[in-house]
Nanobody, 127 residues
Framework: EVQLQASGGGLVQAGGSLRLSCVAS????????IGWFRQAPGKGREAISC????????YYVDNMRDRFTIAADSAKNTVYLQIHNLKPEDTAVYYC????????????????????WGKGTLVTVSS
């Protein structure tokens, strides 16, 4: 059974940084597409970034390139999302999705329709 658990959220002041973790289990970590998404109160799901754990390629949604960094640690079956210079509009539940079609993530694109989803972690940014 595929399981994804996001953690690392919390209350942070604007301008601060956070590193979120997505711990994966139940599948072959090194051959998946894993993405980070967020959903702000009253808004729809928004894609942020993805990583192809097979070849290490990453993709960032256009307006997410400057302050977000995705990385994977295969020894820990974990994908991280580093967020810099947090802003109040970053307040949202952040969660990860995964798909065995690793080609869903490449350096040229990101297929948002992941097959498996985890519960999120809440990030609240105060002004």
């Amino acid at each position: 059974e595929v399981q994804l658990q996001a953690s690392g959220g919390g209350l942070v002041q604007a301008g601060g940084s956070l590193r979120l973790s997505c711990v994966a289990s139940g599948f072959t970590f090194d051959d998946y597409a894993i993405g980070w998404f967020r959903q702000a109160p009253g808004k729809g799901r928004e894609a942020i970034s993805c990583i192809n754990t097979s070849d290490g390629s990453t993709y960032y949604v256009d307006n997410m390139r400057d302050r977000f960094t995705i990385a994977a640690d295969s020894a820990k079956n974990t994908v991280y999302l580093q967020i810099h210079n947090l802003k109040p509009e970053d307040t949202a539940v952040y969660y990860c999705g995964a798909d065995k079609a690793s080609y869903y993530c490449s350096d040229s694109g990101f297929h948002y329709g992941m097959h498996d989803w985890g519960k999120g972690t809440l990030v609240t940014v105060s002004s």
